[in-house]
């Protein structure tokens, strides 16, 4: 099936949801104030924003090249132009809902009036989780549909290695307090670094997946208890683990700001905009993501039409 | 660029800062005794964590601002 037809189907499918929920809001059938219309609007919307995010994550998934490290005057490709502007999608969604839910939960501990008008927060916080929401199914689906997780990943019996390696990458206190729990020997040489850190690969984007799914999971339920009815003390437990996972994420995102704010990784942070860094800055910070591309392809015939110039080797952007 | 993108990492850790105090400052307020130790707690131990890493953010923002433009 031509794949760009499932994300003209998916994109239908919205479009005749739109109208339809549209309708039903400026019919004037129901009393319901700003709020609640918001509320339900986005619990109605929910299936059609998940479905066109499947779609797209397919449809960018059907029509990757081959695997391959691509470069071009000194340059290699880290992340695919797709995927780098999905991040800064997803980047802008999460600090607009984590400000927007702030707001909301502050207002309420601190038992104070808001200078904003509240039903307007609620609103900018539910546009905010349906870019959320996309981009989430979008690369869930990507990720499942091929092979660009790997390198985001721990490998299978690579744990210890990638322990020991992110114990190196941390400040000496904390990697030696680590090593010290884990019993990990600290005099053995540092493995090299791969095209993804240590400290990414076992920490962060464990962490980012987890965090991303359980506030996407909670927020979901809680849009939905006006549309299907939600027992109270679920919803309760719902809305604890919502915070919960919104000032978790507030802590996550400070780390990940402090981690690619670093002087010595700027180069990392120009690429998650250009989706290019130097095959020098590689060579020093990332050796292991070279021997990966210096790497001989298997001599099989199914692998020597996928080699060319600009498409080398098994990994690929992600 | 590098100057401009460590002032919005400090203005994102500044109010951080203040999220923090505010989880802290309510923590530990009477009017949120009948909320339970168990909320207290958890805004202390939020307002502590979100404190700790926006002081890393701080910092490193300071120091991407100091670094060279040739870096």
């Keep these: ?318 | 660029v590098k100057q401009l993108i460590a002032v919005l990492g400090l203005i994102w850790a500044l109010g951080n800062l203040l999220v923090a105090y505010l989880f802290l400052t309510s923590g530990v307020a009477a009017k949120n005794v009948h909320k339970g130790l168990g909320v207290q707690a958890s805004l202390v131990l939020g307002g502590i964590l979100v404190a700790l890493f926006a002081l890393f953010l701080l910092a490193q923002g300071v120091s991407l601002a100091r670094s060279r433009a040739e870096d």
Aim: aromatic fraction near 10%.
């Design chain 1, 1 to 318: 099936m031509n794949r760009s037809v499932l994300l003209v189907v998916a994109a239908l499918a919205v479009v005749v949801a739109a109208v339809v929920i549209a309708l039903q809001v400026f019919s004037g059938a129901q009393p319901w104030g700003m709020l609640l219309t918001d509320n339900l609007v986005f619990a109605r919307s929910i299936p059609f924003t998940l479905g066109l995010g499947v779609a797209f994550g397919a449809y960018r998934a059907l029509g990757r090249e081959p695997p391959g490290i691509q470069q071009k005057d000194g340059a290699l490709r880290r992340f695919a132009p797709g995927t780098a502007a999905m991040h800064w999608v997803t980047a802008a969604a999460v600090v607009v809902a984590l400000i927007t839910g702030a707001w909301q939960y502050l207002k309420g501990l601190l038992a104070v009036n808001s200078r904003v008008d509240m039903p307007l927060v609620y609103r900018i916080h539910y546009l905010a989780a349906t870019v959320l929401l996309f981009a989430t199914a979008h690369f869930v689906t990507y990720w499942l549909m091929s092979e660009t997780r790997q390198p985001l990943l721990v490998p299978k019996g690579q744990w210890i290695r990638h322990l020991r390696g992110t114990a190196h990458e941390l400040p000496r206190p904390i990697g030696g307090a680590l090593a010290a729990v884990l019993g990990l020997d600290m005099r053995r040489q540092p493995p090299p670094v791969g095209e993804f850190t240590y400290y990414e690969k076992a920490v962060s984007f464990p962490i980012w997946g987890v965090l991303l799914v359980v506030i996407v999971l909670t927020g979901v339920l809680k849009a939905m208890r006006y549309i299907y009815p939600i027992p109270g003390d679920l919803v309760w437990w719902v809305s604890a683990v919502h915070v919960g996972a919104m000032v978790a994420l507030m802590v996550k995102l400070l780390d990940h700001l402090r981690y690619v704010l670093a002087p010595s990784r700027w180069p990392l942070l120009v690429a998650s905009f250009t989706t290019w860094v130097s095959r020098e800055y590689a060579t020093r910070r990332h050796p292991a993501w070279l021997e990966e591309l210096d790497r001989p392809l298997p001599e099989t015939p199914a692998a020597a039409p996928a080699a060319s110039a600009s498409a080398l080797q098994p990994g690929g952007t992600r």
